[in-house]
């Protein structure tokens, strides 16, 4: 069964103080590692697809990468407004089409100015 | 460019009734993914289709729910009888055939009396 748990559960940074969000995973073969943002009341927001290890991607003050068990996502100098719950998912190799997605239960995140 | 649409988007209706959600992905997207979420458990996938077939039902957590997909673009998710342990948020994505990204929709917040 595939199983993703992210750390910490909540987070709470100052305004431009650096930090990282884990995810870690356990999947029968890793199609694809996504990283999600959710604002309250709203639908998750996709951020990024990661494949495989090695791999890194940026976006703004973002930047997610990938190890064979864990992923992070790096947030430098965040801002009030990158406040949010950060969700982790895994997909997993089925053979077949797209596939459903296993999430973690986020991480949530709160920049003080 | 028109999101994943759903409706209602908020529900509230006493335990026993028949409640309705209802889809529309985006347009030219070949996979539709039903997820549910609580704070218990998080985000869960129930059910998704592929050109409009069933693929894999097996998050649905009882006979009492059933999902739908009559045509590309639209689908419906139906519980009955409700029972407030099924109050959540209900979310429906949808994706392009070919890449796994999944882009979600508003929910619809259901609550059972």
């Known amino acids: 069964e595939d199983q993703v748990t992210q750390s910490p559960e909540a987070l709470r940074l100052q305004e431009g103080e650096s930090s990282s969000l884990n995810c870690s995973y356990t999947?029968?073969?890793?199609?694809?590692l996504f990283w999600y943002r959710q604002d309250p009341g709203k639908g998750p927001e996709f951020l990024f697809t990661?494949?495989?290890a090695g791999e890194e991607k940026e976006k703004e003050r973002l930047k997610a990468t990938l190890t064979k068990k864990e992923s992070f996502l790096h947030i430098t100098a965040p801002k009030p407004e990158d406040s949010a719950t950060y969700l982790c998912?895994?997909?997993?190799?089925?053979?077949?089409?797209?596939?459903?997605?296993?999430f973690g239960k986020g991480t949530h995140l709160i920049i003080q100015p | 460019d028109a999101g994943v649409i759903q409706s209602p988007r908020h529900e509230v209706t006493e335990m026993g009734q028949e409640v309705t959600l209802r889809c529309k992905p985006i347009?030219?997207?070949?996979?539709l993914f039903w997820y549910r979420q609580t704070m218990m458990r998080g985000l869960e996938l129930l059910i998704y289709?592929?050109?409009?077939?069933?693929?894999?039902d097996s998050g649905m957590p009882e006979d009492r729910f059933s999902a739908k997909m009559p045509n590309a673009s639209f689908s419906t998710l139906k519980i009955q009888p409700s029972e407030p342990r099924d109050s959540a948020v209900y979310f429906c994505?949808?994706?392009?055939?070919?890449?796994?990204?999944?882009?979600f929709g508003p929910g619809t917040r259901l609550t059972v009396l």
């Open positions: 990661l494949y495989s």
């Open positions: 998912a895994v997909q997993a190799y089925s053979g077949g089409g797209a596939d459903g997605l296993t």
């Open positions: 347009s030219g997207h070949n996979s």
């Open positions: 999947v029968s073969g890793l199609r694809g």
């Open positions: 994505a949808s994706s392009l055939a070919g890449r796994v990204e999944q882009f």
């Open positions: 289709f592929n050109n409009n077939v069933p693929i894999d």
